[in-house]
């Protein structure tokens, strides 16, 4: 294969499986469908021109305002109209400092052109040779020539038709400006350590006593110095060579802005908050004014920019923002009540947002947009969700923020990264450090994603869902969140078309033939031959594949039909949901690849660039497009969706509540109006039902391992049901469905030990002659103890143990265990821990020994806990109800007669709620007692003889995970069985567990 270029921000596409090898001849689509369906239009946006705040220079009759990166205004005061100021050819900067006679500079700093806004008069002339441009006041400019330590300041202006040279040396190695107005500047100079600052007005240059201090300001008849250490030096004009008038002292820091004098009081801008950034242009301080001598402060605006501006009678002009809106105010010295006099000069004229690109997926429209802010310039990132039910509406124009890095100040259309959709709600794009993750909601700059050389190169790359594809050298696939590799490809890939949608990749894997493999496995699901030539792009959408070769040749493959249609000779494409949007000579149309519609126009573009000025919902939604206006239309394609489907999926097949919640996540083809999450125990009972509303691309619910009920569910398997119904209405609802495995959640009945931790199968308790507590998990109560707990002899031997609930809430079932000196403990072991002497236990009180057997059938009294039966040697049985607070209700009398009989507690044998008891007679017969559920037992059920054989029984609970609890017998030759219990109270045919189980004296 040649080296191929790829199709530049080629949208992200999916595959469908099952595709074929063959392809039947291309057809071209030549019918032109019906007019669009109605669609929806999304005004510009309007905000206040921030240039207009931005004062640069007042004059006479109105006043210059604007940046160099945004343009350049000019208000007039008669009719407070704001009007951009058309820039001369060759010219970037303007300046205007106390006249109507505003200067531009040329790009190569070696002529200047001079307007008079006034009468409308301009003059443009060339600076003399060896002169560089140094400043502007009034209509005089200022350069500057260097000859060994001394600089000429030559004040140039223009009179009778030609230029009037009047320069002025100055002692220095250089020369810097200090601050100006419209009849002069203060000039700053330095040599072997002296510092002299000199005022250069029409007259010459005069040295004064100032020095050099940063926050330096001239204005109404004075020049203000505002030293670090807080002293405050205001000179008369008139006096610079005298010292300062007024000297006193104010507080302040270094977000802190000397802005001048008005009448006898110092102005300053004091910062009203961290944001917006180190610009002076911003609306963010608070206008303060102090009188020459010191005193309290006193407010004068509210909120305000720290640029200021003064005309030739002292008034200050500023810009304000006040009730949502920004303008131009004139403040005034204070009158006899000693407020200032504040007036509206100007309001700043409303400009539309200029668009500079958009993405489009699941209803989610997001643009990065040229907005003129306070005191920031850069590409804003903004989003608005569209309904995708119903008729179409738009909702709020969300601001998401900049990246200044990646989005600078003015970044034309082919600067401007591309922001790509995922399809879950994140935008992915490339900034200098690599690969960029806006998430859900969140604002600019994004998450580095994937970071490194290879990632920072020009290649394309393609995103879907939590994946995202590059070239570096062959075709690789990472995982967003993590960054880690999924698929890398061989080299050979390096040049080769691709396309990802969802878990699945589309790889050129020859001339005009395609691969479609899994990322998650690696697995190549089926190879197309969608066309005849070298194939140079790729987009995929469910079971489309739009294919190009150059510009020679491109149509779209239906992996599902093996069918192909041609498309129309076009300049950019983009693939959606059965149609293709491109665009030819500026204007954008649409084609149903489906055959049922044709080719259809839906505009003009602004930017003909798809992802510029169009952009595509490739998940079942419509094209949308921006026209010369900023308009945004979103336009329905008439071609119906695709049913909704699940592109992938990540579901864990197994969750520890102790750890966190089952956390599965499916990525839709399109948005859903709700869903549904059943999950049901082996039984078919439903456990726990999770719902959610619209859904945008992913559903991700969570499952804490509880029930409905708000109790945990007991460990062991379940299956889940997902069900979605499309939002759009087309289509069927989807349905998938699975198994995990819980553990850490509700201890299931005998189940202490598991790979882990309790697995939700019962266990067997066994003890050994030499006093050995064995715990050995089920189905096959396994080859070998997974727990075992040494010291059940002497003072510490035991006469019975007892599977029971969890008694004290950690989630871990406890044993009862009686003691050979009649003591009876609860015994509360940790989850998968072996049960020794030492474990922490509770006692439950002495006088035990007098009965000859403990055991627990379950729950007897219907109140939801299991309780213990007890038998006299005389043969009466009572019945201790569990109180739920660790301890037993006063014992109740069961029965009498038991005498004789070797007693099991069973569990729920008959499947009705309640504990039962087994019990085998001297002559070998084996009867069930089903719990009546208030405290006692019903009549007895004969099961059958032949039983004698046996020397224990154990209720063991549900060994074989069918949600009935089973019976395990041995015989006295050693040998296991497991009797599977038929939920009916009897039991199924027996299976061989295999021998040797006399090595443990007694099975509980």
Known sequence: ?????????????????????????????????????????????????????????????????????????????????????????????????????????????????????????????????????????????????????????????????????????????????????????????????????????????????????????????????????????????????????????VSGD???????????????????????????????????????????????????????????????????AEGGRKGVVAVRAPGADGSFSVT???????????????????????????????????????????????????????????????????????????????????????????????????????????DGPLFRRSDPFQVSGRYVATRPYGVEVNDLDTGEYVYRGPDSQMYSAYALYGSTLWVESGTGSVDAIDVRSGKTLGTAKVSDCDLTSLQADGVNVLWECGSSASGVYDSATGRGVALPAHQDARLGDGYVAWQQGGVLNVTDVRGGSGTRTLGSPKQAAADKGWAVDRFGGPVANADAEDAIHVVPTGVPTSALSAIDADTPARVNANSGSWKPRWWLSKPAASWQLTVKDTTGATVRTLTGGQTRGLVRPEWDGKADDGRYAANGGYAWTLTATPADGQGAALTRTGTVGLTGAGAVARDFVGAGGPDGRADLLALTPSGRFDLRTGPGVATSAQAVGEGWTGANAMTAAIAFRDVNGDRCNDVLV??????????????????????????????????????????????????????TPGGDLYVYSDNGALGFKDPVKA??????????????????????????????????????????????????????????????????????????ARENGGSLWLYPGAGNGAFGEREPLGGGWNMYKSLY
């Open 1 to 249: 294969m040649r080296r191929h270029t790829m199709f530049r921000g080629a949208v992200a596409a999916a595959a469908a499986l099952g595709i074929t090898a063959a392809v039947v001849p291309l057809t071209t689509q030549a019918a032109f469908a019906a007019d669009a369906p109605a669609g929806l239009t999304i005004p510009a946006e309007q905000r206040p021109d921030q240039n207009a705040v931005v004062l640069n220079g007042a004059g006479d009759t109105g006043y210059l305002s604007g940046w160099v990166h945004d343009g350049f205004n000019w208000t007039t005061y008669a009719d407070k109209v704001t009007k951009p100021l058309p820039m001369p050819a060759g010219m970037e900067v303007a300046y205007g400092t106390g006249t109507d006679t505003v200067t531009f500079r040329s790009r190569d700093g070696r002529s200047v052109t001079q307007r008079n806004m006034k009468d409308g008069s301009e003059r443009t002339w060339t600076l003399p040779v060896g002169q560089e441009f140094f400043s502007v006041f009034g209509d005089t400019v200022v350069t500057s020539q260097k000859d060994w330590s001394t600089t000429t300041l030559h004040a140039l202006t223009w009179r009778n038709g030609s230029v009037n040279d009047r320069p002025t040396a100055v002692f220095g190695d250089y020369v810097n400006e200090l601050a100006s107005n419209g009849d002069g500047l203060f000039a700053i100079t330095h040599y072997s350590g002296f510092t002299w600052v000199y005022w250069l007005d029409a007259s010459g240059s005069h040295l004064t006593k100032l020095a050099e201090v940063d926050r330096t300001e001239v204005s109404g008849g004075h020049v203000t110095q505002w030293a670090p250490d807080g002293r405050v030096k205001v000179w008369d004009m008139a006096a610079l060579d005298k010292p300062a008038a007024h000297e006193f002292t």
């Open 254 to 320: 270094d977000d802190a802005r000397l802005l001048g004098t008005v009448g006898d009081h110092v102005l300053i801008a004091r910062r009203i908050s961290a944001d917006g950034g180190p610009y002076y242009s911003s609306l963010n301080y608070r206008i303060v004014a102090v009188p020459f001598g010191g005193g309290p402060e006193r407010q004068v605006l509210e909120r305000a920019t720290a640029m200021p501006r003064f005309t030739a009678d002292g008034t200050m002009l500023i810009g304000r």
């Open 344 to 450: 509206e000069v100007a309001n700043a004229p409303l400009v539309r947002t200029a668009g500079l690109g958009m993405s489009l997926a699941q209803g989610r429209l997001s643009t990065l947009d040229h907005v003129l802010g306070d005191g920031e310039r850069p590409a804003r990132l903004r989003g608005i969700d569209l309904t995708v039910t119903g008729a179409p509406a738009a909702g709020e124009r969300v601001d998401r923020g900049g990246d200044e890095k990646a989005f600078p100040n003015g970044c034309a259309d082919d600067s401007c990264p591309q922001l790509q959709p995922t399809g879950d709600g994140r935008l992915v794009y490339r900034a200098a450090d690599g690969l960029r993750v806006v998430d859900e909601g969140a604002s600019l700059p994004g998450r580095t994603a994937l």
């Open 818 to 871: 009686s003691m050979a000196t009649g003591e009876l403990r609860a015994y509360a072991p940790p989850c998968g821990a072996a049960l020794t002497p030492s474990t922490a236990y509770q006692s439950l009180g002495k006088g035990w020994n007098a009965y000859d057997t403990l055991v627990s059938p379950g729950d007897v009294d219907g109140d939801g806990r299991p309780d213990l039966v007890a038998r």
């Open 895 to 968: 029965g009498w007669g038991w005498g004789g009989l070797l007693i099991v507690g069973a569990g729920d044998l008959t499947g009705d709620g309640r504990g039962d008891l087994l019990a085998r007679d001297s002559a070998g017969v084996l009867w069930t007692y089903p719990g009546n559920g208030k405290g006692g037992f019903a009549d007895r059920i004969r099961l059958g003889g032949g039983w004698g054989g046996f020397n224990s029984l154990v209720g063991a609970g549900d060994l074989d995970g069918d949600g009935r609890p089973d019976l395990l």
